[in-house]
């Protein structure tokens, strides 16, 4: 596995560390997105496209656009994400696609990866959680050839998502006070509206004729319990629960667990959730 990552330990561990369960439970959700994704733009690529993927994951969205190459025999794919655990997925998944796929342990705020070389970018619920995302949408632009497609997906607000709402609510409600007044605020707020995702991309980088579609998907897990253990591994929602102290944990455990069960009916039931995200397809001006 090659590695041209900036160091930053931090984010790369606690993805390391969620990404067999989040390839288990929450690849079924993205990797449909994600190859909606591809479908979106393959028809507009040129023959033999170069394509990049940006905070790659477990590599749906890399097996998608390298069987677009395959099914042309000519093309090819770079799969990148900052997480060595997730790369190392993402080369087991393209393994029998390996003559179209490669994936690399890349920073993608800083891709440092040859200017105007790719027919298109994709970041697949990647770009908007970085620290600084203004970076990282102008390095994917620069790595676009003038026309070349930059497409991102990004969850929307909880008002028409629900997986958002299912997922935060009974969290809020049950955390201490100190922990959420004022209500923590993801740091990609601003982008869940297709109004500020699209003003953010194309003043922060050279990209034009900016499109957003919608794309609604069904989270399927097999347990109430599944979907707490998956709060609590991602380095997100995982920070937020691990600053309780251990009786508060229990608690709020207890009380999203109840809020969930709930909702699939008992504790050894499948629990369901709608979702939907933007989908941003831009092209890189001049
Ligand atoms: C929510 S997951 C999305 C993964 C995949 N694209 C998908 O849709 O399933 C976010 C991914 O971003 C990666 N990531 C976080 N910060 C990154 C950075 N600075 N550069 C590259 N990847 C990063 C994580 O390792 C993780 O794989």
């Known amino acids: 596995m090659s590695t041209h990552a900036r160091d930053d330990p931090t984010t790369a561990q606690g993805w390391d560390a969620h990404a067999a369960d989040y390839a288990r439970l929450f690849s079924p959700l993205t990797g449909h ?12 690529l040129p023959l033999a496209p170069r394509m ?9 969205l890399a097996v998608a656009a390298a069987n677009v190459c395959a099914a042309q025999g000519a093309g090819s794919v770079l799969a990148t994400d900052i997480s060595s655990g ?3 997925l993402t080369e087991r998944a393209l393994a029998p ?8 342990v890349r920073d993608g705020q800083a891709l ?12 697949c619920f990647g770009i908007f959680l970085f620290p600084d995302r203004l970076a990282a949408w102008r ?13 991102t997906s990004v969850w929307r607000e909880p008002e028409h998502n629900e997986l958002a709402r299912v997922q935060i609510e009974p969290l809020m409600a049950a955390l201490p006070a100190r922990l959420t007044d004022p209500p923590p605020r993801p740091g990609w707020a601003e982008l869940m509206t297709a109004e500020g995702l699209v003003e953010e991309v194309t003043a922060a980088a050279p990209v034009a004729d900016a499109e957003i ?8 897990l097999p347990t109430p319990d599944a979907m707490w253990r998956g709060m609590v591994g991602n380095p997100l929602s995982g920070a937020l629960i691990a600053r309780c102290a251990s009786n508060e944990r229990d608690a709020v455990e207890r009380a999203v667990l109840e ?19 933007h989908v941003l397809i831009a092209r890189r001006a001049g």
């Open 33 to 44: 997105i994600a190859r909606s994704m591809v479908c979106m733009v393959q028809g507009r």
């Open 52 to 60: 990049l993927d940006i905070a790659c994951g477990p590599g749906d």
């Open 86 to 88: 997730m790369v190392a």
């Open 97 to 104: 696609l390996s003559a179209y796929a490669q994936a690399e």
């Open 112 to 123: 440092n990866l040859e200017k105007g070389s790719f027919d298109a970018a994709f970041s």
């Open 139 to 151: 390095a994917a632009a620069a790595c676009l050839r003038p026309g070349g497609f930059l497409v």
């Open 213 to 220: 579609h919608v794309v609604d998907a069904t989270l399927a």
């Open 259 to 277: 809020a969930f069960e709930r909702r699939s009916g008992g504790p050894d039931r499948p629990l369901l959730i709608n979702a939907s995200c």
